[in-house]
């Protein structure tokens, strides 16, 4: 069985609007998301839990965000830290970067870009294993899953889509690249989208003996968007 498991994920931010909205577009997209509005409460996480990334705000009552984000990066040097502010001044940058934050992001942000922001850097810190990796072998239309001996045969659909995929681990495809996929003469206007979902759908199945319960997805619907793949590939 593989071992994958979900990204979790720290939001620190006191705009309480703001940190739902992105909690509902991170939780769609596979995350485990924890919500947390001042520095205090960010540390006191970390005492009683863990979280793979922590987003964090700098303009934050009490303790600031870049004193939460030095407190993290000296007690968890592995924990993957982004910055997400309306503060977006060089001298910001440069402090939150000395602060120990990886990556530097200005709000507003679009739930898909920091979608994409975080499974890079989850990917970074974390680098796949040989134990997690499928080999797909995509002259022959197949794949192999994780520690088994099994081999997955893909139906040319299901073999163009992963090579699509694996051509750039962090892509999204859109419903209208997907649907070209299926079918390249189908006109954009006409595109079925039951016929992608089916494709989807049928896919999950297939792979599900060999995936772990927190994801059983495999292919992770993008909200307003498309889907991203959700487990880690080698192309062969």
């Known amino acids: 069985m593989s071992t994958l498991r979900k990204i979790s994920v720290l939001l620190l931010d006191d705009d309480l609007s703001l940190s739902e909205e992105l909690n ?12 947390v509005a001042s520095g205090p409460a960010a540390i006191n996480f970390y005492l009683e839990s863990t979280a793979d990334i922590a987003i ?31 503060r977006t001044s060089p001298v910001d940058r440069i402090n939150a ?10 709000k507003p942000i679009s739930g898909l870009e920091l979608t994409h ?26 794949i192999k899953p994780p520690n088994v001996d099994a081999v997955i045969k893909l139906t040319s659909n299901e073999a163009e889509l992963l090579r699509r995929f694996a051509a750039n681990p962090n892509l999204t495809l859109t419903v209208e690249e997907i649907s070209a996929i299926i079918n390249p003469k189908v006109n954009i206007n006409n595109i079925e989208k039951h016929n992608i979902e089916a494709l989807i759908s049928r896919m999950r199945k297939k792979f599900s003996p060999w995936l772990s319960e927190t994801d059983s997805r495999l292919v992770q619907s993008v909200r307003n968007y498309g889907y991203q793949l959700s487990i880690d590939i080698e192309h062969h």
């Not at 850097?121 to 134990?131: D, G, N, S, V």
């Open 24 to 35: 509902i577009y991170l939780t769609h997209a596979g995350f485990q998301v924890t919500c």
């Open 56 to 86: 964090i705000d700098l303009n934050l009552p009490g303790q600031t965000g870049l004193s939460v984000s030095r407190d993290l990066r000296k007690k968890y040097p592995s924990l993957g830290l982004i910055v997400l502010t309306a």
């Open 97 to 106: 970067y000395e602060s120990g934050a990886d990556f530097y992001l200005a």
């Open 117 to 142: 922001v975080i499974r890079s850097l989850y990917k970074r810190i974390f680098p796949a294993t040989r134990e997690n990796v499928w080999q797909f072998y995509s002259t022959q239309s197949a």
